[in-house]
């Protein structure tokens, strides 16, 4: 399942693609070159089995509290049987990684090829590398069951509310979207609750249906009280594996 870490063929493949109207053949490679790439994802992550994406920051090291945090999210989650599912970088990923790798669970990375090289954290049992960020937060989705937010930039940004958009107009269920870190999401759940729930651009159902906390335990018992239910999933001992009822 492991691919060339941040190497492609063509890298900047993605950027012409976003550089407007081109030739109708080019349109046409590059539209076939999408298609391959998800291919090749839905190919490398079919049994992977049910996984909670964790996202944030690849900045944080090893020795900041928030590193700790998500390396505790990562083993429990791990514990309950899913499978941890990150972009595969340094920083957040690489100790929800780091967690599950830990707890004997299943670590996965969904790499992005960037302008500067990332190599892949050391706790990935597998990952597979994409050229395009959309194709990449559709893998992130797709096998997941929930979804846990830790501290980050625009990335972590952009992944919480492409997520929180598709559970509003009800693209995927009612998955769990979990922010950790009440200090740091303080300003961006006041905005939702406020100015944008205030005016009516968001249902204040909306905002509900993301929780804030502190605790990765707390995080943690939000996707085994609500993911496990909604989804049907059933644990079979002795082996860890989850299984979807039909």
Same mark, same amino acid.
């Given at each position: 399942? *492991?691919?060339?870490? +941040?190497? #492609? &063929?063509?890298?900047? /493949? =993605?950027?012409?693609?976003?550089e407007?109207?081109?030739?109708? %053949? ?7 070159g ?8 839905f ?25 700790a ?13 899913? *499978?941890?599912?990150? +972009?595969? #970088? &340094?920083?957040?990923? /690489? =100790? ?9 669970? %299943? ?12 190599k ?34 625009f ?6 509310f ?5 559970i ?23 905005f ?35 993911a496990i ?12 594996r ?5």
């Open positions: 399942m *492991t691919s060339g870490w +941040g190497v #492609g &063929p063509d890298p900047g /493949e =993605a950027t012409r693609f976003l407007g109207p081109q030739a109708r %053949r080019s349109e046409l490679r590059l539209a076939l999408i298609f391959a790439e998800f291919i090749r994802g190919r490398a992550l079919h049994f992977v089995g049910p996984c909670v994406t964790v996202f944030g920051s690849a900045r944080f090291k090893e020795d900041h509290a928030y590193y945090v998500a390396r505790e999210v990562g083993r429990r989650l791990a514990e309950l049987g899913f *499978t941890v599912m990150t +972009g595969g #970088g &340094p920083g957040i990923m /690489e =100790a929800a990684n780091r967690g599950a790798r830990e707890a004997g669970g %299943r670590s996965i990375g969904c790499n992005i090829e960037l302008p500067a090289e990332q892949p954290n050391a706790y990935l049992d597998h990952w597979i590398t994409f050229r395009h960020f959309f194709v990449r937060k559709v893998m992130l989705v797709k096998y997941s069951y929930a979804f846990v937010a830790l501290p980050g930039g990335g972590t940004l952009d992944e919480i492409e997520t929180a958009t598709l509003q107009t009800r693209k995927i269920r009612d998955f769990p979207l979990v922010l950790v870190g009440r200090d740091f999401w303080r300003p961006l759940t006041e939702l609750h406020g100015p944008l729930a205030r005016i009516g651009v968001i249902d204040p159902a909306d905002a509900g249906r993301v929780l804030v906390t502190d605790s990765a335990v707390e995080a943690v018992t939000a996707v085994r009280e609500i239910p909604t989804f049907g999933l059933r644990y079979r001992a002795p082996r860890r989850w299984l979807l009822n039909e």
